[in-house]
């Protein structure tokens, strides 16, 4: 091997080399390609999916209303029986006055379908909470039926033959008159938020989802987090390295990825079937969230206890304090950031769960708030499937507005996480 | 340009293989090589020296462009290989590599066969036309590295299961196969016990009669044993460079000195 | 009544700490060494009180409502009652409950409302009984720890001891649930198998889980054979991996070579966002966006597609994967030393060669985990399949017909009203069985290859 042969091969190679360069950067150029394409299509979806979520949704967070002079009649309601007066009856007459020119008693039912369903309640609870008002003219704004909701928001489109249509020509034409005489209005709807469920879109609302939510998840926080944390703090700090520990481990990381649903058959069985709790209480269905919440705030206390130095320890334990005076007084307040995140991120997921609250009957149908832990109720996922499951149009739209407001509750909680998370965290 | 004025000035300019002038190099706001100048000559083992964080490694790093995939790492000066400038926008980092071959402190053989790993680099630049020239190349490359006769009978085992200093002449192995036309060693003998270092300098000292050899090393021993010239460096500068006979004797600068006879490093 | 108990426990809980507190004080105060800070003896006295009443509490509420259900129906005539089948027993239990609650419907026999008498009577017997048991135990505890304060007396190592046993129980508890899961699974899938053959489950290739409301009817004699229902869910998982696991190994490749960091701390959080969003949103995009949209592309095509395909409810599961796979993925490639990646580099190899050829392949038995945990997600994800796939079990490969998965089989067995003794009920606790054992092998599979992985290169 002489210098020569070396030094001319090492020539042509570089030639050979700057040959291939081309194609070589090309094809990085096309992985990069793909990698960006990949990137852009998660993206593409996620902005689908919001953006048809808002879409659909926006339109539920206004109700069209109807404003309009009830007399109370006291022909129609007496005081000896105001709670079964025919108040339908009430307003029925009221429109009539409007189009005086209806008079068979069917277009006069047909034209009483203009109001929501709920607008005689309204009525009749006012008039019962002051019995006064018989004999006097009320103001009344009340929700018009879902139809013409959807109407009023262009949903139903004027331009359909009337045999596609939900809503007849005249139908439409009582409507537009309403509207002419400055009686409808689109105000902001608050009885999303304040109402509860109901079978008719116009009046349903999330409160009982909310307040099941709230009651699932504080019974979900009080159960889980104590007893995660006592978990990892055993685990992390004080566990002999043995086989009951290994098993323990393993264990919990396993429990981290069982499926949802099988969390919602051992609730089905155990606490509903053995233990005779009641089906469809948010005490239920928060006491299984803990189950499944209760391996990721181990996970997630113990990267935290461990990220804390062992210096801290051996300070501590230098100057006498006994193991669990190190642990209690300084390791864990010094993990706590870390463990208040990584519990709201495991809460923000049990706020999303799904299946298991299902198993529980927690999609039942319920037209009040509950009041306690122990009634009945749904939660915010659940009604949200009980909604995307129902057949009226306008349940769409309250579909893709509770779906808002449940991502909105999840990115509140996320960004408190994140907010933790940024303030104090700790370089050591 | 202050510390250069000590340097010889008997090097054969035209046997200057890289000529790096006024090199500085900051990490972030950390300035770690100030105002660097030396010429490397060919089929010579250089050598560079100096306490650690004294900046030879990354001046090293600086020749085969390998400070370009740390973000904040910027580099200045001009750096010429056979007289021309490495940073220029048209020359290609890829094929300057394939140039300048590098062999770093860890062994670090990818978790493929021996075969694999010495074929990498010919491969990736289609150096081979056929089977039986690959085999060649490798064959050929493992024998200039001294692993051969321990190697041929498992080629296709892991290059991982080899002991510290095999794995280490394999990575050498490795760097050559391409045929380079300069040898990068960044502290090639730090994780290698004494038998292991003894038999890569030997073949330090072979490789030299084909390419230019740069070593950074911690070892003054190593240097004066393995090296023809040899450059110090301290905090950035570029303190003396020159013969390592000499410089090893008598050096001009008084840090030079001081390091030599263990007063700082 | 409940809310009293637990008032009772604080109340004494506090107390015993300050008056044990105080008289370990008042110890010292006189002179003596006390082995403990007074702080640990008050502390020894909540925990002695706290911890068996809290239990005592807990074991009460448990267990009060099957006793007082049995003491109530146990006088019942037998032919009202005891001999009834399950669900006419709930409902027979139901109308006690709601007459005892003030809820009265029509005109009640005369048993049901002794029975609800009964039943008033118990609910304020067991509230008053339990706040006496409360209060006897929590005065006993708060005497015995209090006779127990002396100078001499560790009443560190003993509150230590207790806190130590108290997170060991928190510790166990893990491993209870586990338990719970598989006893409960185990003991109503026996259940099954005594009224549907195991080998018709597991080889049966017909499922039609609907039982005759009358015996002479002929309509639904139920079919209990799994395969259809299995295989249904291989099809979705398989479509939801392959749209998840080149998308996501490619964004992870993009993110952890190519990404300046800049465009990595934009990229990376809204990823997390895809990963944060619950199933049921993308069950509900798969119905109103996805579905539709594949139909009218298969009309366009002149290919029927039918509403609830498998490749629709697939592929938005495959979207939700996207950010798992991705990150798994870059963690892996991240966990490849820096050694390889500059030795690859230093070859003149591109960045993309570095990738493809050396750190991906030293990569993979990380990211394999990451994959075969991605699988067992898939399998037994729920919301998305139980929206957007179908209910009937067609036994087909082809991923634009319908299919029906384990997961949607047991959430519509078990909506609505459920006893636990018809085979329809339980054939979902079998089918969870089999999903709980399913993704337990996978999952421990794959956590180990993870945690091998991890080793290596540590």
Redesign the interface.
């Known amino acids: 091997m002489t210098?020569m042969t070396?030094?001319s091969?090492?020539k042509s190679?570089?030639e050979?080399?700057?040959a291939?360069?081309a194609r070589?950067?090309r094809?990085?150029s096309i992985?990069?390609g793909?990698?960006?394409?990949?990137?852009s299509?998660?993206?593409l979806?996620?902005g689908?999916?919001l953006m048809?979520?808002v879409s659909?949704g926006y339109k539920a967070f206004t109700q069209t209303h109807l404003t309009i002079d009830v007399y109370v009649d006291p022909d129609v309601i007496t005081r000896d029986a105001l709670p079964r007066g025919a108040f339908d009856d009430l307003l029925e007459n009221t429109l009539v006055e409007e189009f005086p020119d209806v008079d068979s008693s069917q277009d006069r039912r047909a034209l009483l379908r203009i109001f929501s369903n709920g607008a005689q309640f309204t009525l009749r609870d006012r008039v019962v909470e002051n019995p006064d008002l018989i004999g006097q003219t009320v103001s009344l704004n009340v929700p018009v039926a879902d139809n013409f909701d959807q109407l009023n928001k262009d949903l139903i489109s004027r331009d359909t033959p009337e045999e596609f249509r939900r809503l007849s020509d005249q139908e439409i034409a009582w409507f537009d008159a309403l509207d002419e005489a400055g009686m409808i209005s689109n105000p902001i709807n608050f009885g999303l938020l304040t109402n509860a469920d109901s079978r008719f879109p116009e009046l349903a609302g999330l409160k009982g989802a909310l307040v099941g939510s709230f009651w699932a998840l504080l019974t979900c926080f009080l159960i889980s987090f104590?007893?995660?944390?006592?978990?990892a703090?055993?685990?992390e700090e004080?566990?002999p390295k043995n086989k009951i520990s290994d098993?323990?481990e393993?264990?919990?990381?396993?429990?981290a990825?069982?499926?949802?649903?099988?969390?919602?058959?051992?609730a089905?069985?155990?606490f509903i079937?053995?233990?005779?709790?009641p089906r469809s209480a948010p005490f239920v269905g928060g006491l299984t969230l803990a189950?499944m919440t209760?391996?990721t705030i181990?996970i997630a206390t113990r990267a935290a206890l461990k990220s804390v130095p062992p210096s801290i320890r051996e300070a501590a334990m230098g100057l006498g304090a006994?193991r669990?005076q190190v642990v209690f007084q300084h390791v864990v307040p010094l993990a706590m950031p870390g463990i208040l995140t990584g519990t709201i991120i495991g809460l923000?997921q049990a706020?999303?769960?799904?299946?298991p609250l299902?198993?529980i009957g927690m999609?039942a149908f319920i037209t009040s708030a509950p009041s306690g832990p122990f009634d009945s109720a749904t939660a915010l996922?659940t009604q949200?499937?009980i909604w995307?499951?129902s057949p009226e149009r306008g349940f769409?739209s309250r579909?893709?507005a509770a779906?808002l407001v449940?991502?909105a509750f999840?990115a509140f909680m996320?960004g408190i996480a994140i907010y933790l998370r940024q303030k104090f965290q700790r370089k050591w | 340009m202050n510390d250069m004025t000590k340097v010889e000035r008997d090097l054969n300019m035209s046997d200057a293989k890289i000529e790096a002038r006024g090199v500085n190099l900051h990490y972030g706001t950390n300035h770690a090589l100030k105002d660097v100048s030396i010429e490397i000559a060919d089929r010579t083992v250089t050598s560079f020296i100096g306490p650690s964080g004294c900046g030879k490694s990354s001046f090293l790093r600086c020749l085969n462009r390998m400070n370009d995939t740390i973000d904040i790492c910027r580099v200045t000066g001009q750096i010429m290989l056979d007289g021309q400038d490495i940073n220029a926008a048209s020359v290609?980092p890829?094929?300057l590599r394939?140039?300048i071959g590098m062999v770093f402190q860890k062994p670090n053989p990818f978790p493929k066969s021996i075969y694999d790993n010495v074929a990498y680099g010919p491969k990736?630049?289609?150096?081979a036309k056929s089977k039986a020239d690959m085999d060649a190349i490798v064959e050929k490359a493992l024998r200039r590295a001294a692993i051969w006769d321990e190697v041929k009978d498992r080629l296709h085992e892991p290059g991982t299961g080899l002991s510290g200093g095999q794995q280490q002449r394999l990575c050498i192995a490795r760097a050559i196969a391409?045929?380079?036309?300069v040898l990068l060693m960044d502290e090639p003998c730090s994780a290698l016990d004494p038998i292991a270092t003894a038999q890569v300098e030997e073949l330090i000292d072979e490789l030299r009669?084909?390419y230019a050899v740069v070593i950074v090393t911690h070892s003054m021993q190593q240097a004066a044993r393995v090296s023809q010239k040899t450059a110090f460096f301290h905090l950035g500068h570029l303190v003396e460079f020159g013969d390592t006979g000499r410089l090893f004797t008598t050096p001009n600068d008084p840090r030079t000195e001081s390091y030599l006879t263990g007063r700082i490093g | 009544m409940t809310t009293f108990a637990f008032a009772l426990l604080f109340a004494a809980s506090v107390f015993g700490y300050a008056w044990n507190r105080q008289a370990a004080s008042s110890l010292r105060n006189d002179g003596q060494r006390l082995h403990s800070l007074s702080g640990f003896h008050g502390l020894y006295s909540f925990l002695c009180v706290s911890i068996p009443v809290f239990v005592l509490i807990l074991v009460w509420l448990?267990?009060q409502?099957?006793v007082i259900?049995w003491l109530v129906t146990a006088p019942i005539a037998p032919e009202n009652y005891a001999t009834l089948e399950t669900g006419p027993k709930q409902l027979v239990l139901a109308e006690i409950k709601s007459i005892a609650g003030g809820r009265i419907f029509g005109t009640p026999e005369d048993w049901k409302l002794a029975a609800a008498e009964r039943l008033i009577q118990l609910r304020t017997m067991s509230a008053w009984l339990l706040l006496a048991a409360v209060f006897a135990l929590a005065v006993t505890q708060v005497l015995r720890a209090r006779r127990r304060v002396d100078a001499d007396f560790r009443a560190?190592q003993g509150a230590?001891r207790m806190?130590?046993g108290?997170?060991?129980?928190?510790?166990?508890?893990?491993?209870f649930?586990?338990v719970?899961?598989v006893f409960?699974?185990t003991?109503?899938t026996i259940k099954f198998f005594r009224m549907v053959p195991p080998l018709e489950f597991l080889f049966g290739l017909n499922w039609e889980p609907q039982i005759p409301i009358r015996a002479d009817q002929i309509a639904g004699a139920g079919a209990f054979g799994w395969l259809p229902v299995i295989v249904g869910t291989m099809v979705i998982t398989v479509i939801a991996i392959l749209v998840a696991v080149?998308?996501?190994?490619?964004?992870a490749?993009?993110?952890n070579e190519?990404a300046s960091s800049r465009a990595r701390a934009i990229?990376k959080p809204?990823?997390e966002?895809?990963s944060?969003?619950?199933?049921?949103?993308?069950?509900?995009?798969a119905?109103?966006?996805v579905a539709p949209a594949m139909r009218q592309f298969g009309a366009d095509l002149g290919i029927a597609i039918s509403p609830n395909t498998a490749l629709a409810a697939g592929s938005v599961m495959g979207?939700m994967l996207?950010?798992f796979i991705s990150s798994f993925a870059d963690d892996a490639l991240s966990a490849v030393p820096q050694s390889l990646r500059d030795g690859a580099l230093a070859l003149?190899a591109?960045?993309?060669?570095t990738?493809?050829s050396v750190l991906f392949p030293a990569a993979i038995p990380g990211i394999v985990g990451g994959v075969l945990?991605a699988v067992?997600?898939a399998?037994?994800?729920?919301?998305i399949v139980?929206?957007a796939a179908g209910l009937i079990a067609n036994m087909t490969l082809n991923p634009l017909d319908s299919v029906t998965t384990v997961?949607v089989q047991?959430?519509t067995l078990?909506?609505g009203d459920?006893s636990?003794d018809n085979p329809k009920t339980l054939a979902?606790?079998a089918l969870?069985m089999m999903?709980?054992l399913v993704?337990?092998v996978i999952?421990?599979f794959a956590?180990r290859i993870v945690r091998k992985y991890r080793e290596i290169y540590d």
């Open positions: 210098d070396n030094r091969a090492g190679n570089a050979h080399i700057s291939g360069l070589r950067h094809k990085e992985l990069k793909f990698g960006i394409a990949a990137i299509f998660a993206f979806i996620l689908i999916l048809t979520l659909t104590p007893v995660g944390i006592g978990a703090i055993y685990l004080f566990a098993i323990i393993v264990n919990i990381n396993n429990l990825a069982v499926p949802s649903v099988v969390f919602g058959l051992l089905l069985a155990v079937g053995w233990f005779g709790m189950l209760m391996p181990i006994s669990q923000a706020l999303g769960e799904t299946a299902l198993l999609n996922p949200i499937f995307a499951d769409v579909t893709s779906i449940l991502l999840l996320n | 290609d890829v094929q394939a140039q990736i630049h289609g150096l391409t045929e380079p036309e009669r084909d | 448990v267990f409502g099957s259900d560190r230590e806190i130590l108290l997170i060991q129980f928190c510790a166990i508890f893990a491993v649930v586990t719970g899961i409960s699974l003991f109503e080149p998308t996501g190994l490619l964004t490749i993009y993110l190519f990229i809204i990823l966002i895809l944060g969003i619950p199933t049921i949103v993308y069950g509900f995009f119905v109103l966006v979207v996207i950010p003149g591109t960045r993309g060669e990738m493809l945990l067992s997600r399998i037994g994800e729920t919301m139980v929206m997961t047991i959430v078990l909506i459920t636990f979902a606790f969870g999903l709980f993704t337990l999952n421990i956590l």
